[in-house]
């Protein structure tokens, strides 16, 4: 559809720089509507390599519009390819107008056009301008949309544009002031008689206008007021035709224009229409499920400190009725400490402060029940200061019920650790005893007996075999001496805490090439027997963790006992700790692994971290509060 146009071209199309900014021209096309009637065309080019240069002549109609959108794209795609961010500048000085039909495809095209930047107009007639800031205060337009009076104020904007994204354009700096009108400076320099011929004769065509305009206002007043009514607003169609008297295209801009401002009227309230459908919809759905949520539901106003509305769920929790309920503080259901909690947070809140979304408070239903309940709270705020909470209440009276059992079984299961612990460490001691006073000492006497053997054997080869034996037994002795201090160590009960764990570290110097430092503060002498023993059966196992996990070389024990407070810190510089062990047994039946050892802790009051970082080594640390002991209970043994 490529042809030469009828009327005179668009500069772009015979220049090859642009005379504002200095950019070049590149592919000019002309394309003009093909169908019947028409007389529509357009002028297209490319200004550097990011704006497009358009002029469209002629009136537009839906089909003529359909063309020109076809080409654009098609333009596009040839030159620009998958490039983005374009700027589209388009001369509205020759359009006559365009229907309805065809404004609503423009604008719909362009506002949602992927490849645009943004987009400037110039030389738009009164009419056009008063569409296109109609389109701008209806916020038609998603993309930088402007109006401008030049060709030069439409360029310098377009560049604005492409430098406020970042996008160069090689243009040059500094747009010149348009020149001053030919007529004006014509008439500047005619002499003083002639001007004074041209005062009356302006005098003149203002008496002749002012007499025809009252005649024409009149007529084409009556014409307008005719066109309007019979628009039917309830429809969504176009305008009617204008009266074929009023066809000229500068008469014909004006229904043009009363046709945009319906098309874009009959926009808003579809869109309004369907927005209005799709809240009724969405508040149904909301209302259905607060109905029939399993969770009470409720709206709370903060200034009247009364509840605004409700659900069915509720009104079970509660088991009072609804006008009750409505007529209620909240905080009057709640038992004595669960309000001081709440009152406590509010306080927190109205202070700048901020709380967790969830609380569980206590409440007394109507019957005098207690049950346990959360609160799930969204708050708004007005002015900074709370306004209206959201709450969504769960009755978790059987978890608090379940939770109690679980703490109390959890309770039970720890003391029987404790006596199990208890239980295990006097057999300890009781069969370390015997090793030590009966295996020992019977190892011991054949040992002596053995030597006498020795010294009176007159044979030299029997003699080799009693060495033998008595090498054996001295290993024996020697084994015996340290399962007896593993079982139970007599340092721990004959000297306290302290000397055991020094013990504890020499023996792994000696045994396993570790070296073992300790530091000691406060008074390690009133812990108690039983804390003695979990201490140091707790850093035992922390030893032989390392041992076997961590790859370290040395091991740093610090043991601080201050107001009450004794803080255990245990490092090593190895590998880490394997993670599995805090869940489970060290040693699969000794029942000192890490979860152990944390049980104990627990059940004393204390706590244990870990804080196991690869290549950073170990690091334990035991918190064990103290009751004062007397110097008699501190001897006191299991």
């Known amino acids: 559809m490529q042809h030469q146009p009828a009327h005179k071209p668009a500069w772009f199309m015979e220049k090859a720089k642009c005379p504002v900014s200095g950019l070049p021209v ?15 065309s357009m002028e297209i080019a490319i200004l550097g390599d990011r704006i497009i240069l358009i002029k469209t002549t002629g009136y537009m109609r839906t089909e003529d519009e359909d063309e020109f959108l076809t080409c654009f794209d098609a333009y596009q795609k040839t030159y620009f390819q998958e ?84 996008i160069g354009h090689g243009a040059k700096v ?52 005719k066109y309007i009514a019979a628009i039917d607003w309830d429809t969504h169609e176009a305008s009617p035709v204008a009266p074929q008297p009023y066809n000229k295209p500068e008469i014909r801009q004006v229904f043009d224009a009363i046709g945009f401002i319906k098309s874009e009227v009959d926009r808003l309230i579809q869109e309004r229409l369907q927005a209005e459908q799709e809240l009724k919809e969405s508040e149904a759905r909301y209302r259905q499920l607060v109905e029939h949520a399993q969770a009470g539901i409720f709206e709370f106003d903060f200034a009247t400190r009364r509840i605004l509305s409700l659900n069915e769920a509720l009104l079970e929790i509660t088991e009072y009725s609804r006008d009750e309920m409505l007529t209620m503080n909240p905080l009057d259901l709640m038992t004595e400490e669960s309000r001081q909690i709440y009152e406590n947070r509010f306080q927190t809140l109205i202070t700048g402060g901020t709380i967790g979304s969830d609380m569980a408070y ?39 019920r379940i939770e109690g059992k679980l703490l109390e079984y959890q309770a039970k299961l720890q003391g029987l650790s404790m006596q199990l612990s208890k239980t295990q460490e006097t057999e300890r001691r009781k069969l370390a005893s015997q090793l030590h006073d009966n295996v020992s000492q019977e190892l011991f006497v054949a040992q002596l007996q053995l030597n006498d053997m020795i010294k009176h054997a007159g044979d030299e080869k029997q003699a080799k075999k ?130 152990d050892i944390r049980e104990k802790m627990q059940h004393l009051g204390g706590t244990l971290e870990i804080a196991n970082a690869p290549s950073n080594g170990t690091r334990v640390l035991m918190k064990l509060p103290l009751p004062a002991f007397s110097a008699e209970k501190a001897r006191s043994t299991v």
């Open 26 to 40: 590149s592919h000019p096309r002309y394309f003009a509507g093909q169908q019947p009637g028409s007389n529509f």
């Open 83 to 166: 490039k983005k961010e374009l700027i589209v500048i388009e001369d509205f000085a020759a359009i006559e107008g365009a229907d309805a039909e065809a404004r609503k495809k423009y604008v719909d095209y362009f506002k949602n056009c992927p490849f645009l930047l943004g987009g400037i107009i110039y030389q738009l007639s009164p009419l056009f301008r008063i569409s296109f800031n109609l389109a701008r205060r209806l916020q038609i337009y998603k993309k930088e949309l402007y109006a401008e009076n030049t060709y030069a104020g439409a360029i310098d904007r377009a560049l604005n544009i492409l430098e406020e994204n970042g």
């Open 174 to 225: 500094g747009v010149s002031a348009p020149s001053r009108s030919f007529l004006k400076t014509a008439v500047s320099e005619l002499n003083i008689p002639f001007r004074r011929f041209l005062s009356k004769l302006r005098r003149w065509q203002l008496a002749v206008l002012f007499f025809l305009n009252r005649s024409f206002a009149r007529h084409y007043s009556q014409a307008l007021l």
């Open 362 to 400: 206590q409440m007394i239903v109507k019957s005098g029940e207690y049950k346990w309940v959360l609160f799930n709270t969204k708050i708004t705020f007005s002015d900074g200061q709370p306004e209206k909470a959201s709450v969504v209440l769960s009755d978790i009276t059987e978890m608090k």
């Open 466 to 595: 009693l060495n033998q034996i008595q090498d054996q037994i001295r290993k024996i002795i020697k084994d015996t001496k340290t399962l007896t201090f593993d079982l139970s160590p007599p340092i721990l009960y004959d000297y306290g805490l302290k000397e055991a764990i020094e013990a504890l570290g020499r023996s792994f110097e000696n045994v396993h090439g570790i070296s073992v430092h300790t530091q000691f503060s406060g008074d390690m002498n009133s812990l108690g027997t039983d804390r003695n023993i979990i201490l140091y059966r707790s850093i035992s196992e922390l030893c032989s963790n390392t041992l076997k996990h961590a790859s370290a070389d040395t091991i740093f024990i610090s043991m601080d006992h201050q107001d009450g407070l004794l803080q255990v810190d245990f490092r090593d510089n190895g590998v880490g700790f394997d993670k599995n062990h805090i869940e489970t047994p060290a040693h699969g039946g000794d029942g000192f692994g890490l979860f």
